[in-house]
């Protein structure tokens, strides 16, 4: 995986030590220093749990994926993360709860509003 590919905050082996992407273009090393270093985007990384298991890459989708399996998939995560938001300690607020609950519904519209429109011609 390449190094802009990992989300802020996300633990990554790179050049034989551990860090943590800090920022779009830095990491700190993961080992109770405060050492920072600029990470090239294109820079070869393994995404690490945080207790240090290598965490695969997601698998290569097929370049053609059913509509009604994306919708589902989309809305199993969106469940998963509702799920989640509940069980969160300690708990969001009831404001807080709604207007995330609601952005992840439009973002989950939004996105198979977009694929909608990628159709390609058969």
Do not use: N, Y
């Amino acid at each position: 995986m390449k190094f802009h590919q990992l989300p802020v905050g996300a633990r990554f082996a790179w050049r034989g030590d551990t860090w943590r992407k800090t920022a779009a273009l830095t990491a700190t090393r993961d080992a109770g220093t405060a050492q920072q270093k600029l990470v090239p985007r294109s820079a070869d990384v393994t995404r690490l749990a945080d207790d240090g298991a290598v965490i695969d890459a997601s698998p290569e989708l097929p370049v053609k994926l059913a509509g009604d399996l994306v919708e589902t998939a989309t809305w199993k995560c969106v469940d998963h993360v509702r799920t989640v938001m509940d069980g969160l300690d300690p708990p969001l607020s009831s404001t807080q709860s709604a207007a995330l609950a609601a952005a992840l519904e439009r973002s989950a519209q939004q996105m198979l509003s977009t694929l909608a429109g990628q159709r390609s011609p058969d």
